[in-house]
C-alpha cells in the first residue's frame, strides 16, 4: 500500500491542499455517508488494518505497507481491532482523529519533501485550517461552530448571490426555484444551520452551484452527488433519509 503517492507527487502549494483535500473528502465518506460499508470492512478477527484516501476521493481500508520506510506517512494501524470494544460513535470518533492526524502527515511530507519555506507552510495550513477537521464533521462540531460563526454581513451577502438555488417548504430538498424569497430563505437556513456537507465536509459559499439536499432526520445538508441524490430524484422523495440515518439500524 502507498497510501496512494507513489506515482502522485504534488509540488505547489495549491496542488498539496488539492490532495488532501481529496483525502479528506474520502475519509470523511469512509466514517459518514459509506459507513456501513466501512464497519463491515473492519473486522476485528482480520489482521491490523489501516483506513486509507487517495487524492481521487476515493477510500480504502487494507494492511499497511510492506516497504520500510514507506512511500508515504502511514495511518494509524489495527483499527479495527477496537471496534467491538467501545460504543460505534466513539470508534468513529477515534478513527476521525487519527484520520485528521494523518492528512496533515501527508501533507506537510510533501512540504518538506519539496523545500517549501516558512511562507509556503504557513499558508499551506492556512488553507487546511479553513476547513473543518474530519472529527469535528463526525461528531457534529462542525455544525456548532457553523453556527457561532454566522453573522448579519454574511447573510446579507449570500442572499445577494443566491445563484440558481431554491428549496420547498415542506421537503428540505434542493431544487430549483424562481421566487427571489424561496432563494433567500434557502441561503439564511444553510448559513444558520449546518454550513457545510455532511458527507465531504465541503463549506457552503454563495458561489456554490451544486444541488444540495437536507436529510429530515438529522436536518443535515448534504451535496447531491456526495449521496447521490439528482434534482430529479429529489423530487420524488417526500421524507429524505441520508444514507447514515438510513443505516442506523441495519446494522447487526
Known amino acids: 500500500m502507498d497510501g496512494g503517492g507513489a506515482h502522485y507527487n504534488p509540488r505547489s502549494v495549491e496542488a498539496v491542499f488539492r490532495d488532501f483535500r481529496g483525502r ?14 466501512f464497519y463491515q470492512q473492519c473486522d476485528p ?21 510492506e516497504e520500510v520506510p514507506p512511500e508515504l506517512p502511514e495511518p494509524a494501524l489495527g ?30 511530507y ?10 509556503d507552510r504557513k499558508r499551506l495550513f492556512t488553507m487546511i485550517n ?15 461552530q457553523s453556527k457561532e460563526k454566522s453573522s448579519v454581513s454574511n447573510h446579507t451577502s449570500n442572499k445577494s448571490k443566491s445563484g440558481s438555488k431554491g ?13 427571489d424569497e424561496e432563494e433567500e430563505e434557502v441561503v439564511e437556513e444553510l448559513d444558520e ?3 457545510h456537507c455532511g458527507a465531504c465536509g465541503e463549506i457552503y459559499t454563495s458561489e456554490s452551484v451544486e444541488f444540495w439536499i437536507c436529510c429530515d432526520v438529522c436536518e443535515k445538508w448534504f451535496h447531491g452527488k456526495c449521496v447521490k441524490i439528482t434534482p430529479a430524484r429529489a423530487d420524488q422523495i417526500n421524507h429524505y433519509k441520508c444514507p447514515l440515518c438510513s443505516n442506523k439500524r441495519a446494522r447487526p
Not at 477496537?82 to 485528521?100: F, I, T, Y
Open 24 to 37: 479528506r473528502i474520502a475519509l470523511t465518506k469512509a466514517l459518514t455517508t459509506d459507513v456501513v460499508e
Open 79 to 108: 483499527i479495527n481491532f477496537a471496534r467491538d470494544g467501545m460504543q460505534e460513535k466513539d470508534w468513529l470518533s477515534l478513527v476521525a482523529v487519527h484520520s485528521d492526524a494523518w492528512l496533515l502527515s501527508v501533507a506537510f
Open 110 to 119: 510533501f512540504g518538506a519533501r519539496f523545500g517549501f519555506d516558512n511562507a
Open 167 to 179: 428549496r420547498g417548504s415542506e421537503s428540505r430538498k434542493y431544487s430549483e426555484q424562481t421566487k
Open 130 to 144: 479553513d476547513l473543518p477537521t474530519i472529527f469535528e464533521v463526525v461528531t457534529g462540531t462542525a455544525k456548532k
Open 193 to 195: 444551520d449546518e454550513g
Open 45 to 65: 478477527e482480520k489482521e491490523n488494518l489501516c483506513l486509507y484516501g487517495f487524492p481521487t476521493e476515493k477510500w480504502e481500508v487494507n494492511l499497511p505497507a
